[in-house]
């Protein structure tokens, strides 16, 4: 089922994020990094790593390692161009790996939790069909403090308390994504993936069950 025709103005590529938690010392943590001053789309502001499908990541070997659930909802509402839903997690981890030089271990794909997408507003330097998969930190390989294999992308990694995450200068759309975490790490539940919808004239707020 395709989510509605595209507003025809900066393209949308599809792109997929991972958002990493863990339990500290003050309660729930997230991973999350800061774009330069200098870059086009969304400049100084803290993010999660993430980026766009690129052509490498349909030949990486996902199929059959993510759960069910989480497969459906990322083929559910699917543009009749989106990738398939391992292509979309393989470009979640490969970002993952290139923008924090951390790496989730294999055994624990089926674990990923798909809770939102967005797509970009038109108007924007960039757009993007961004899908938002959730992950515990204990799936880590290696230690998650070294970063030293990071690429530089994001500066000031750090793992912040959800507060302190949600007190920085974010996007909106983090802003909203970061408000669904926290509801999720402390018990609450989900009836459906949140999906912000601006790929037509009018924006559509949808629930992907």
């Known amino acids: 089922m395709a989510s509605g025709p595209r507003r025809m103005s900066e393209p949308i590529r599809h792109a997929a994020t991972v958002i990493l938690w863990r339990n500290g010392p003050h309660g729930a943590e997230v991973l999350m990094g800061q774009r330069g001053a200098g870059a086009v789309f969304m400049p100084s502001k803290f993010v999660f790593p993430g980026g ?3 052509p490498g990541d349909h030949a ?7 759960s069910a659930l989480c497969a459906r909802r ?20 490969r970002e993952l790996e290139e923008e924090t030089g951390r790496r989730l271990r294999p055994a624990t794909y089926p674990g990923l939790r798909f809770v939102f997408r967005a797509i970009t507003p038109p108007g924007r330097t960039r757009r993007f069909d ?21 690429s530089g992308e994001l ?15 974010l996007p909106f759309i983090t802003e909203v994504v970061l408000a669904e975490v926290t509801a999720l790490v402390t018990g609450g539940d989900q009836p459906g993936v949140p999906f912000f919808d601006n790929s037509g004239t009018t924006p559509q707020f949808r629930r992907i069950v």
Request: charge should be negative; include cysteine; aromatic fraction near 4%.
């Open 74 to 93: 990322l083929a559910t509402m699917a543009e009749p161009d989106a990738p398939p839903p391992d292509v979309l997690v393989a470009a979640a981890l």
């Open 130 to 150: 961004a899908r938002f998969l959730l992950a515990d930190a204990a799936c880590l390989a290696g230690d998650p403090q070294d970063f030293s294999a990071a």
């Open 60 to 66: 990486a070997p996902l199929a059959g390692h993510l």
């Open 52 to 54: 766009a499908v690129d």
């Open 155 to 169: 500066a000031h990694l750090r793992w912040l308390p959800l507060p302190e995450a949600r007190a920085l200068d």
